[in-house]
């Protein structure tokens, strides 16, 4: 039951995403900017997560806030080519 979900649920993923190809350049423009978007707040999470398990007390806020940044940073640079 559980796998025959997943697996409908995959498939209409996939559909869906193979949906999104445009040959309308105001639509590309619109993915692009979606995709610089999603690589910073996806490489912010993930940096913060990061940062999350390093130090402790005081110093872990700043692991956190510098994950933050620099994931963000990192993120942004590798999705906006």
């Known amino acids: 039951m559980i796998r025959r979900r997943i697996l409908s649920i995959s498939a209409a993923t996939l559909m869906i995403a193979g949906c999104q190809s445009s040959s309308d350049p105001q639509v590309q423009a619109r993915n692009h900017?979606?995709?610089?978007?999603?690589?910073?707040?996806?490489?912010?999470?993930?940096?913060?997560?990061?940062?999350s398990t390093i130090g402790a007390g005081s110093g872990q806020v700043l692991a956190v806030a510098g994950g933050i940044g620099a994931g963000g940073y990192i993120g942004n640079r590798l999705a906006c080519r």
Do not use: P, S
């Open 33 to 51: 900017e979606f995709g610089c978007m999603a690589g910073t707040v996806g490489g912010a999470v993930v940096g913060g997560l990061i940062g």
